[in-house]
């Protein structure tokens, strides 16, 4: 499993994903978090669940407050928390037995990526799933 960053590698992981856990969605639609969980709900089939300890509810779906909370393991973790929360969500994400994690633009963190590789992760940094998903695959 590899550190993915070209557009066919991109485009097999979105297209093998069935569900994406959304880790620190926010109830804010001012938030990128909302905005793409809204796009997500609107143009994909993905079954998603919502992480965030803070909100109980969003789009009138739960929202769970860890990932060991969630009813099912999701393919892919997609994640809206801050570079220093990375490690710690990489770990639950392993622990849960995800296949995928996926920083948002602007998080990197080199060591938690390459810790999720060695457990066998796909993972995909510095990028936004609204915006590959829809130049990758939606056209």
């Not at 499993?1 to 066919?8: E, F, G, K, S």
């Not at 485009?11 to 909302?34: I, K």
């Not at 079954?47 to 803070?54: A, C, K």
């Amino acid at each position: 499993m590899p550190l993915i960053d070209d557009n066919d590698g991109l485009r097999a992981l979105l297209r093998r994903t069935q569900s994406v856990a959304v880790v620190g969605v926010s109830d804010n639609p001012r938030r990128p978090s909302h905005t793409v969980t809204r796009y997500l709900i609107d143009h994909t089939d993905w079954t998603l669940w919502f992480v965030n300890p803070t909100v109980d509810e969003l789009f009138g779906r739960p929202v769970y407050p860890s990932l060991d909370a969630l009813p099912d393991v999701p393919d892919m973790v997609d994640v809206f928390r801050r570079t220093e929360h990375l490690a710690g969500v990489v770990d639950e994400s392993i622990a849960i037995g995800a296949t995928s994690v996926w920083f948002q633009l602007g998080l990197v963190d080199d060591v938690a990526a390459t810790r999720a590789v060695h457990a066998g992760l796909d993972v995909v940094q510095d990028r936004c799933l609204e915006i590959e998903f829809a130049r990758l695959i939606r056209r």
